[in-house]
């Protein structure tokens, strides 16, 4: 599908690997549109991409569909979806501070499984009743956001890989699901980048994850991401499938 032009909604905007895509389809000329729970950054991007913005808290069903009603009536429904809103809280099952709490175990999956697929569903029955672009009945690409941590998730990403592992395992049935509609299901499952999550992390920790990359061997960039979120929507026969962008890393059971 080409990109110049679409309504494109890049979720999670506001910040690191987001925030990169947006910048990047808007330098291809995307129709873009922006969604986050940072109202006030997610704002701001879209004043320098010349994009729209909404504040959205993808955990709330209530929020999301009111800001696709709006933007659906001024740009029509998105043809492209790109899921990069996430959280990494780290914690052990039992560790220093005690037993995990189940909140925060929740908190979690709310976000990172239930918030990304709350959005896919709604904007898929919305791209559903798009016009096909051509003979095969395209109508629209959803990339989510998985991670490494999905197959090899660390000492204290019990939460964090279930959340991911879940993304991953959904692909697949969700390409299938919507293939009727001719909408296409991809996931990207990064390695290690370098964004503000990352920079959430002790410095030691961050050297250690570089150290184990194989090639190149650095964090990766958020451009990567973007480049590769480019060419699947580019390339009509990428469907149902998650593509590990990862410099063959192999997450070490911790760091
Ligand atoms: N950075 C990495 O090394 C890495 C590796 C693998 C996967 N990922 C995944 O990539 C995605 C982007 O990560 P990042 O590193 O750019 O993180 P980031 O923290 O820089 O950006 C995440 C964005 O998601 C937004 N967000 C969080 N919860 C939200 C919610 N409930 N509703 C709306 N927006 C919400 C945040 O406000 C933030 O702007 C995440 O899904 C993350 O799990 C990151």
Known sequence: MQI???????????????????????SLDAKLILFDKNGKDCKALAKELKATSYEVDITVEAQI????????????????????????????????????PQAEFEQV????????????RQIAGLMSKLDPLDEYQQRGVIINTASIAAFDGQAGQAAYAAS????????LPAARDLAKYGIRVMAIAPGVMNTPMLAAMPEDVRKKLEIVVPFPKRL????????????????????????????????????
């Open 4 to 26: 110049k032009d679409q309504v494109t909604l890049v979720v999670g905007a506001a910040s690191g690997i987001g925030a990169e895509t947006a910048r990047h389809f808007s």
């Open 65 to 100: 569909k009111n800001a696709l009603d709006e933007l659906t009536q001024s740009y029509g429904a998105p043809r492209i979806l790109i899921n990069c809103a996430g959280i990494a809280p780290a914690r052990r099952i039992v560790g220093n501070k005690g037993v995990m």
């Open 109 to 120: 999956i709310d976000t990172n499984l239930l918030g990304c697929f709350d959005v896919m």
């Open 164 to 171: 991911k592992s879940a993304i991953a395992g959904l692909t």
């Open 220 to 255: 990766g960039v958020p451009r990567e991401f973007a480049t590769l979120a480019q060419h699947i929507v580019e390339n009509d026969y990428l469907n149902g499938e998650v593509i590990r962008l990862d410099g063959a890393l192999r997450m070490p059971h911790e760091v």
